[in-house]
């Protein structure tokens, strides 16, 4: 058996999850606490790659002993999360924990994931949403939401994302299943919310970027359809900034 | 005319309002703002000292070329809040801006402020309300919220509320009206709105730090007004921590 944990953290102070040299990561500072915790080095792997700047309200990774595929504890599971934070930095906290199979994998056993990314489209900024959202000056109104929300639907059933995905990126197959999309006014946040079976690189950013086109009314938003089926990163909108990205939900 | 100013910041970098020496000050970085706006020195006048660390959802001030009691500008008045904001760091915004008589004064023509507390009552700690509310692992049922509420309840009127002031304070006239209060469960905090006239030093974190005792049936809700008419600080609860206190309303 070895140990999943849900994580959820701020990813303003942090080059996203994966360690790096030099770097501060989310996965550095969950290595250190976890050593800290059970007294070994242990081997934590994450459901995802977020990248820096990327929140996260639901993250989930495995923590083995390093070199092995299990952990073995006297912490009772139902107290490993306060454990766990008391040697985490306050923009990280473990949520819940328990005991999965050897055979399980953060992220090849992922059925779905949740994305949720907050727009403010109010003139003025708010400082409290500062680096947790992305701020645009012109505000929308219903009728622009609803055409941004028409747009998002067009994304789902099982396409070709590679229009929206980052120009670079290396994957082969470009394939995704999307479940469900969903935009909507959230007081003064515009509120995208986009679960698949997997996501490419950059993919929800782009999206984003593209549904606010729609929102100005520079496209149309069945225009979403040709866009998948052209399959040109140039016919999507620009990549919105990171800082309004939260990985939501895991579901195994 | 002189200008009058609604600000939001985000007290955490900050110690406090007023200006002090060798210490970042949100009048500092206005006071900064308003010159490279208006070309000139600028008086800020705040409509209270918010403590280091206390938050404001609206905070008010009032803007005069230095050593006059007026402000004379090209700027358009509805154009001001976005051209400050151009000058102030992330946490610091202005979201309104008009012009009032040279009698007004941001602290003395107060009617009343409402302060909003919030308590975060989970067990495991939220990252992104860091510094933004006052954690607390306990739980509050729905009872303890309602006797808390009943608690707050007491508070309302004309009293000397020297028992809710710290101690070593200056003050000679104790009395206060406090307008309403409130206390009420949202999601994961419980929220405390208070108004009055005025309040004495750590005023709100006092009666935050009693209610919560309340709270934990440590204290009956009906001894809140014992607690005022003993005068004694001793008797009342501790003063809850900086990070939970928001300064919400200022009405003139």
Known sequence: MKLL??????????CGWQKQKNKLTVQEVVTDAAKKLFGFDCDITGCSRTDSGVHANKFCATVAKKGENALQTTVPTEKIP??????????????????????????YSVIFKEYVYLIYDRAERDPFSSKRCWHVSHEFDD??????????????????FCAFMAAGSKIEDTVRTVKY?????D????????????????MVRIITGT???????????????????G????????????????LNEVIY
């Open 5 to 14: 944990i849900d994580l959820s953290f701020v990813g303003t102070n942090y």
């Open 82 to 107: 306060r454990a766990f934070n008391n040697f985490l930095p306050e923009d990280v906290a473990v949520n819940g924990a328990r005991f999965v199979a050897e055979d399980f994998h953060p992220r």
């Open 143 to 160: 009728k622009a939401v609803e055409k941004m929300n028409a747009a998002a639907a067009y994304l789902v059933g099982k396409h070709d």
């Open 181 to 185: 999309t969903e935009v909507v006014r």
């Open 187 to 202: 007081g003064g946040f515009i509120k995208l919310r986009i679960a698949a079976d997997g996501f490419l690189y950059n």
């Open 211 to 229: 549904l606010v086109e729609v929102g100005y009314g520079k496209l149309a938003p069945e225009k979403i359809a040709e866009i998948i089926e």
């Open 231 to 246: 399959r040109d990163r140039r016919a999507a909108g620009r990549t919105a900034p990171p800082d309004g990205l939260y």
